[in-house]
């Protein structure tokens, strides 16, 4: 089992600034990937980030050049800078761990972009 509590969530003005941890803890494997997803009031989850242990990161186009991911391995920890925020990143922001096929979630923390 995995545990994933995330933190740095709220409410910021369009055009500002917020970054999310995410802290993982329990039976982690040196091989994983972890990253961001998001969920927006009647629409699907969806990838926002990824970073693999190897130091592979991809992006959803709609925030490339704006979000930046970063992992320290030795803290299993995750997190994802998002600057210039736009109305449109209002949603749960939800971290995720995976390893050989398994998937695990965080709580979820609220991300409120007013404009």
């Known amino acids: 089992q995995v545990q994933l509590v995330e933190s740095g969530g709220g409410v910021v003005q369009a055009g500002g600034s917020l970054r999310l941890s995410c802290a993982a803890s329990?039976?982690?494997?040196?091989?994983?990937?972890m990253g961001w997803y998001r969920q927006a009031p009647g629409k699907l989850r969806a990838l926002v980030a990824g970073i693999h242990s190897g130091g592979t990161i991809n992006y959803a186009d709609s925030v490339k050049g704006r979000f930046t991911i970063s992992r320290d391995n030795a803290k299993n920890t995750v997190y994802l800078q998002m600057v210039n925020l736009k109305a449109e990143d209002t949603a749960v922001y939800y971290c995720h761990y995976s390893d050989w096929g398994f998937d695990y979630w965080g709580q979820g923390t609220q991300v409120t972009v007013s404009s």
């Open positions: 329990g039976s982690i494997f040196s091989i994983n990937v």
